[in-house]
């Protein structure tokens, strides 16, 4: 499925590096996520976005920090990353609460995120 | 809170077996139920839905019934393919928000 495309797919990063995780969708979804998945943990919701604001950030530390400029594109915006935070991201994307009965999300394939 | 239990994995069967993967929930209301599925090196899909009690949803040969007295969700395949090896998930949204609650996910390995 291609409606949901995170770049990049893999990211090396050493701890005081800078970097940006990307998401856009073809859907004309109005709502979109980020979630974090560890090995041998369950997936954690990070951030919800609808209609472009912030509407839910589940105890995320400063270090991510997100942006939504329109409903097709957010990023994740990391910097002093730990080891810990090694994991695939991925981004979702679905029509916003009230646009009918509840809406399943759609997903990309995700960033594979390395901390040295 | 809400919460979505899986059986645990990893669940290996040979090609042709028939599949059941148990998953129940706990939920205020009347959520929707999801099963999602992610292939390796893939994000999730989804692989089918039920919003209602009774609804039996469906797609790729697997079904699951919304049961709702005994708070099930159970996923099943009458005879899976080594192409069906993947991690499987269920899930739920509740009250109208658009927090989905994943199980922990069930890994499957189908061999010839």
């Known amino acids: 499925e291609t409606g949901v495309t995170q770049t990049p797919r893999h990211l090396v990063m050493g701890m005081t590096n800078k970097k940006s995780l990307k998401c856009e969708q073809h859907?004309?979804?109005?709502?979109m996520y980020w979630y974090k998945q560890s090995a041998k943990k369950p997936l954690e919701l990070m951030f919800v976005y609808n209609f472009k604001e912030q509407t839910e950030n589940n105890s995320v530390p400063s270090r991510f920090s997100p942006e939504c400029p329109n409903s097709s594109h957010l990023f994740l915006h990391l910097h002093t990353l730990q080891p810990e935070d090694s994991a695939l991201y991925l981004c979702a994307s679905s029509q916003a609460p009230g646009q009918g009965l509840d809406q399943p999300q759609h997903f990309g394939d995700g960033t594979r995120l390395s901390i040295l | 809170g809400d919460s979505v239990t899986q059986m645990e994995g990893p669940v290996t069967l040979s090609e042709e077996a028939f599949l059941t993967i148990n998953c129940t929930y706990t939920?205020?209301?009347?959520?929707?139920l999801f099963w999602y599925v992610q292939y390796p090196g893939e994000g999730l899909q989804l692989l089918l839905k039920a919003t209602k009690a009774d609804d039996k949803g469906s797609n790729k040969g697997f079904e699951a019934t919304y049961r709702k007295e005994t708070t099930s969700f159970h996923l099943e395949k009458g005879s899976v393919q080594v192409s069906d090896s993947a991690v499987y998930f269920c899930a739920l949204i509740s009250g109208g928000y658009n927090k989905l609650i994943f199980g922990a996910g069930t890994r499957l390995a189908v061999h010839p």
């Open positions: 939920a205020t209301g009347y959520p929707s």
């Open positions: 859907l004309g979804h109005n709502a």
